[in-house]
């Protein structure tokens, strides 16, 4: 496991690092229930979820994006 942390900062730096493990927090929190959960309101739930911080990441792009 140590070997595992080591290589993945060294492969993608500290910044990386964070990156990839909020990315699989959200994906394991978020998607995951989304798609396989068996209750409607768990899936509903997670949907509006992801659509929300799918529009804040939206929003936020626009403004470092450079106008066209």
């Known amino acids: 496991m140590n070997t595992l942390v ?6 993608l730096g500290p910044f990386g690092t964070l990156a990839l493990f909020v990315f699989l927090l959200l994906f394991a929190g978020i998607v995951l ?19 929300a ?11 470092v994006r450079p106008p066209q």
């Open 6 to 11: 080591t290589d993945t900062l060294t492969a």
């Open 33 to 51: 229930p989304a798609v396989w959960s068996r209750h409607a309101y768990r899936r509903n739930a997670a949907r509006q979820t992801l659509t």
């Open 53 to 63: 911080l799918a529009d804040l990441a939206n929003r936020l792009l626009r403004r």
